[in-house]
């Protein structure tokens, strides 16, 4: 499983944001694609929709703060959508920090945005808040 950089978010959903519109029907949107990454502190979606808590990142993309890790649990924000609140998501949530965890560590956790699937992104370091 290949690790990608919080910075290559927008791009991400830049890329959704179109596959949205490819498996569209008569102009109306069929799946709707927010994806999102797991740190060691949150869990965090991109959206297209700007509300009071989430902050502009570019190209008409916004961070969704969706869920904090605190107490050896994921915790619920009160924007949180209930897909995201449930005992079962939370469980595989932190099974995913889990194994995210154990990436870090492992000397082959190779860290890339999957090159020339997503346009604007690239690099393969560490970012410093993964580490943390």
């Known amino acids: 499983d ?3 950089r919080p910075d290559s ?3 991400v959903k ?3 944001n179109s596959l ?3 498996l ?3 102009g109306r949107r069929s799946v709707n694609i927010d994806p999102g990454y797991i740190a060691r502190a ?3 979606l991109a959206t297209g929709k700007g509300y009071s808590h989430r902050p502009y990142l570019r190209d008409g993309i916004y961070a969704d703060l969706t869920l904090i890790y605190r107490n050896k649990a994921f915790q619920s924000l009160p924007w949180t959508y209930p ?3 449930g005992g079962e998501m939370i469980g595989t949530l932190t099974r995913i920090r889990d194994k995210y965890g154990l990436q870090l560590k492992g000397k082959s956790a190779e860290v890339s ?3 020339g699937d997503l346009p604007g992104s690239g690099g393969n370091m560490l970012n410093e808040e993964m580490i943390q």
């Open 14 to 16: 830049l890329w959704t």
């Open 42 to 44: 949150h869990l965090l």
């Open 83 to 85: 897909d995201y609140a």
């Open 2 to 4: 290949r690790l990608i």
């Open 24 to 26: 569209s029907a008569d």
């Open 113 to 115: 945005p999957a090159p």
């Open 9 to 11: 978010l927008p791009d």
């Open 20 to 22: 949205e519109r490819r």
